[in-house]
């Protein structure tokens, strides 16, 4: 018997469930994740957990706009050629500055967005493979394992407001320390600072929970969901890391 079958059997009629609490739902997806995306799977919801993503990301927007140094990177990379006149670089500079500010105070969303497509694209992946589901139910896994993303922006907005001044935008990956970037330099290594800093505490926390949600979603087996969305995520990787690449070849010549 298969774990779909399995899943299929214990699932009781949505009927004889009583109507889901959003809040205990959050708790559950932190402490019995398990348990508490079966229900989900069952029942979907996604308004409270998405308001919540979309509330934090605006407050980020708001608070860390104002400490973020978003012209960095661009004034770092025009300075590497000196053949570059200092007009054009202080020019490229404020155009990066600018569309920073913008993206930051649009981050809900941009959130919201990024929630759509990944439940689209993985839900789409294991239909493509014999898996079921419907976007509700994708949709609202997608929402509850963004918990853990809630989590580090609280964080990271934390940490920002205690220290204070302005930080270049790239060190926003690890001012939490929960991943290892910050054992390299991404001025000098962009490609390893890019690929360490992906594999981040919160990141993997955040695909054992679409695994978790998916398989039963699509019901399927965890190792099968595992499969599926591990090799998304190297996509996503790989995809991620062409920028620091280019840097990298420009940087050599």
């Not at 493509?128 to 896994?141: C, M, Y």
């Not at 039963?216 to 969901?225: D, E, L, P, T, W």
């Amino acid at each position: 018997m298969t774990v779909g079958q399995d899943n299929a059997i214990a699932t009781p009629a949505p009927g004889a469930e009583p109507k889901p609490n959003p809040f205990q739902r959050i708790i559950g997806v932190l402490f019995s994740p398990d348990a508490t995306f079966a229900s989900i799977a069952r029942r979907p919801d996604w308004v409270v957990p998405l308001v919540l993503l979309l509330l934090v990301s605006l407050a980020a927007g708001i608070i860390m706009g104002p400490h973020i140094d978003f012209g960095a990177a661009a004034r770092e990379s025009m300075e590497q050629n000196k053949n570059v006149p200092q007009e054009q670089v202080d020019k490229a500079v404020r155009i990066s500055a600018s569309i920073g500010k913008v993206i930051t105070y649009l981050s809900p969303v941009l959130s919201l967005i990024g929630l759509l497509v990944i439940a689209g694209v993985v839900l789409l992946a294991f239909r493509i493979f014999g898996g079921e589901g419907d976007f509700r139910q994708a949709f609202s896994v997608t929402c509850y394992a963004s918990i853990p993303t809630i989590i580090k922006s609280v964080v990271t907005l934390i940490i920002i407001i205690a220290k204070g001044g302005i930080i270049p935008a790239q060190a926003l990956a690890t001012i939490v320390r929960s991943n290892l970037g910050f054992l390299v330099d991404y001025k000098t290594n962009p490609v390893a600072f890019a690929l360490l800093s992906s594999f981040d505490i919160f990141s993997v926390w955040f695909l054992a929970l679409l695994i978790i949600g998916f398989s039963y979603v699509a019901r399927v087996s965890k190792v099968k969901a595992a499969v599926t969305i591990i090799s998304l995520w190297i996509l996503v990787l790989l995809l991620k890391l062409i920028g620091p690449a280019l840097q990298s070849l420009r940087a050599s010549k």
